[in-house]
Protein backbone atom coordinates (compact mmCIF):
# COMPACT_ATOMS: atom_id res chain seq x y z
CA UNK A 1 0.00 0.00 0.00
CA UNK A 2 1.34 3.15 -0.86
CA UNK A 3 1.89 6.15 1.27
CA UNK A 4 3.06 9.32 2.19
CA UNK A 5 3.17 12.03 -0.37
CA UNK A 6 3.03 10.97 -4.14
CA UNK A 7 4.83 12.86 -6.72
CA UNK A 8 2.63 14.34 -9.47
CA UNK A 9 4.40 13.42 -11.99
CA UNK A 10 3.67 9.65 -11.24
CA UNK A 11 -0.14 10.06 -11.26
CA UNK A 12 -1.68 8.55 -14.81
CA UNK A 13 -4.82 8.77 -16.57
CA UNK A 14 -5.12 5.07 -18.74
CA UNK A 15 -7.88 4.74 -21.32
CA UNK A 16 -8.51 1.39 -22.44
CA UNK A 17 -10.99 1.32 -25.73
CA UNK A 18 -10.86 -3.00 -25.68
CA UNK A 19 -13.00 -2.41 -22.90
CA UNK A 20 -10.58 -2.77 -20.27
CA UNK A 21 -8.16 -5.85 -22.25
CA UNK A 22 -5.18 -3.24 -22.62
CA UNK A 23 -5.22 0.45 -21.67
CA UNK A 24 -3.20 3.13 -23.26
CA UNK A 25 -1.85 6.36 -20.86
CA UNK A 26 -1.43 9.73 -22.28
CA UNK A 27 1.46 10.98 -24.83
CA UNK A 28 3.06 13.66 -23.55
CA UNK A 29 0.47 14.54 -21.00
CA UNK A 30 1.60 17.51 -18.50
CA UNK A 31 -1.19 17.10 -16.40
CA UNK A 32 -3.94 14.41 -15.36
CA UNK A 33 -7.00 15.36 -12.75
CA UNK A 34 -10.01 13.49 -11.28
CA UNK A 35 -12.33 14.96 -9.88
CA UNK A 36 -15.68 13.67 -7.96
CA UNK A 37 -18.73 15.99 -7.28
CA UNK A 38 -21.93 15.72 -4.87
CA UNK A 39 -24.24 17.74 -6.21
CA UNK A 40 -26.65 18.95 -3.41
CA UNK A 41 -30.24 18.92 -3.41
CA UNK A 42 -32.49 21.67 -1.90
CA UNK A 43 -33.87 20.62 1.47
CA UNK A 44 -35.36 24.17 2.69
CA UNK A 45 -38.36 23.80 4.49
CA UNK A 46 -41.35 26.63 5.39
CA UNK A 47 -38.86 26.34 8.53
CA UNK A 48 -35.97 27.28 7.37
CA UNK A 49 -36.04 30.85 7.02
CA UNK A 50 -33.36 32.42 5.14
CA UNK A 51 -31.36 29.95 5.50
CA UNK A 52 -30.25 27.14 2.42
CA UNK A 53 -30.82 23.37 3.89
CA UNK A 54 -29.26 20.95 1.56
CA UNK A 55 -28.90 17.00 1.69
CA UNK A 56 -26.53 14.48 -0.27
CA UNK A 57 -27.90 14.21 -3.87
CA UNK A 58 -26.02 12.43 -6.79
CA UNK A 59 -22.37 11.64 -7.61
CA UNK A 60 -20.68 12.60 -10.69
CA UNK A 61 -16.72 12.32 -11.79
CA UNK A 62 -14.68 13.56 -14.49
CA UNK A 63 -11.75 13.09 -15.32
CA UNK A 64 -9.21 15.44 -17.39
CA UNK A 65 -5.46 15.69 -18.68
CA UNK A 66 -3.64 18.54 -20.72
CA UNK A 67 -0.75 17.47 -22.96
CA UNK A 68 1.90 19.08 -25.35
CA UNK A 69 0.58 18.59 -29.26
CA UNK A 70 2.11 16.04 -31.26
CA UNK A 71 1.31 14.92 -34.37
CA UNK A 72 3.11 11.63 -34.57
CA UNK A 73 4.32 9.48 -32.10
CA UNK A 74 8.08 9.38 -33.29
CA UNK A 75 8.89 12.70 -32.08
CA UNK A 76 9.95 10.82 -29.09
CA UNK A 77 12.09 7.99 -29.23
CA UNK A 78 11.01 6.74 -25.94
CA UNK A 79 7.35 6.57 -26.98
CA UNK A 80 5.45 3.30 -26.89
CA UNK A 81 2.68 1.35 -28.50
CA UNK A 82 1.11 1.74 -24.85
CA UNK A 83 0.91 5.69 -24.72
CA UNK A 84 -2.61 7.32 -26.62
CA UNK A 85 -1.48 10.40 -28.80
CA UNK A 86 -4.30 13.69 -29.57
CA UNK A 87 -5.12 11.74 -32.74
CA UNK A 88 -6.15 8.96 -31.14
CA UNK A 89 -8.02 10.67 -28.71
CA UNK A 90 -9.82 13.06 -31.49
CA UNK A 91 -10.97 9.96 -33.67
CA UNK A 92 -12.24 8.43 -29.74
CA UNK A 93 -14.63 11.55 -29.75
CA UNK A 94 -15.54 11.78 -33.56
CA UNK A 95 -15.85 8.61 -34.81
CA UNK A 96 -15.41 9.36 -38.35
CA UNK A 97 -11.86 11.52 -37.96
CA UNK A 98 -9.70 8.32 -37.67
CA UNK A 99 -11.52 7.41 -41.18
CA UNK A 100 -11.64 10.35 -43.45
CA UNK A 101 -10.04 12.88 -42.23
CA UNK A 102 -13.27 14.79 -42.07
CA UNK A 103 -15.00 15.61 -39.35
CA UNK A 104 -18.75 14.90 -39.96
CA UNK A 105 -20.21 15.61 -36.60
CA UNK A 106 -23.91 13.59 -38.44
CA UNK A 107 -22.25 10.31 -38.89
CA UNK A 108 -19.65 10.75 -36.09
CA UNK A 109 -21.67 11.10 -33.27
CA UNK A 110 -21.63 8.21 -31.67
CA UNK A 111 -18.79 8.33 -29.30
CA UNK A 112 -17.21 5.39 -28.03
CA UNK A 113 -17.76 4.21 -24.21
CA UNK A 114 -14.20 4.04 -22.61
CA UNK A 115 -12.93 2.26 -19.40
CA UNK A 116 -10.97 4.36 -17.89
CA UNK A 117 -7.75 4.48 -14.62
CA UNK A 118 -6.84 7.16 -12.72
CA UNK A 119 -3.66 5.47 -10.66
CA UNK A 120 0.10 6.19 -9.70
CA UNK A 121 2.27 3.67 -11.27
CA UNK A 122 2.29 1.83 -7.84
CA UNK A 123 -1.49 1.58 -7.60
CA UNK A 124 -1.11 -0.69 -10.46
CA UNK A 125 1.70 -3.36 -8.60
CA UNK A 126 0.28 -5.94 -6.38
CA UNK A 127 -0.97 -4.30 -3.62
CA UNK A 128 -1.30 -0.90 -4.74
CA UNK A 129 -4.72 0.94 -5.81
CA UNK A 130 -6.69 2.69 -8.42
CA UNK A 131 -9.70 3.97 -9.61
CA UNK A 132 -11.75 2.64 -12.38
CA UNK A 133 -15.15 3.61 -14.30
CA UNK A 134 -16.41 3.79 -17.76
CA UNK A 135 -16.45 7.64 -19.48
CA UNK A 136 -17.36 9.02 -22.37
CA UNK A 137 -14.82 11.73 -24.19
CA UNK A 138 -16.16 14.90 -23.92
CA UNK A 139 -14.15 17.85 -24.68
CA UNK A 140 -11.20 18.22 -26.73
CA UNK A 141 -9.12 21.81 -26.72
CA UNK A 142 -6.09 22.85 -28.77
CA UNK A 143 -3.96 25.88 -28.37
CA UNK A 144 -1.72 27.75 -30.00
CA UNK A 145 0.63 30.62 -28.00
CA UNK A 146 2.61 32.70 -29.71
CA UNK A 147 5.55 31.94 -32.09
CA UNK A 148 8.39 29.88 -30.11
CA UNK A 149 5.71 28.25 -27.59
CA UNK A 150 4.64 24.96 -27.33
CA UNK A 151 1.39 24.33 -28.51
CA UNK A 152 -1.05 22.45 -26.20
CA UNK A 153 -4.04 20.32 -26.03
CA UNK A 154 -6.75 19.30 -22.94
CA UNK A 155 -9.31 16.84 -22.99
CA UNK A 156 -12.04 15.63 -20.73
CA UNK A 157 -13.84 12.58 -19.81
CA UNK A 158 -17.03 12.41 -18.07
CA UNK A 159 -17.81 9.38 -15.86
CA UNK A 160 -20.87 7.13 -16.22
CA UNK A 161 -21.98 5.44 -13.68
CA UNK A 162 -19.74 4.13 -10.55
CA UNK A 163 -16.07 5.20 -10.07
CA UNK A 164 -14.82 2.34 -8.23
CA UNK A 165 -11.00 1.84 -5.92
CA UNK A 166 -9.86 -1.42 -6.48
CA UNK A 167 -7.25 -3.17 -5.33
CA UNK A 168 -4.68 -4.48 -7.59
CA UNK A 169 -3.89 -8.03 -6.92
Do not use: H
Amino acid sequence: MESGVIDGGLLRLYISIDNGVTYKTGYMDTSAELSISNSLKDTRTKDSGSWEESAPGIYSWSLSGEKLYTLVQSVNASVSQDDITMDDLLSLMVADFAGTGEVDCDTGKISKLLKVKYSSPMGLLSGGFYYEGNAYLVDISISAGNDGENATASYSLTGVGPLLKKTTT
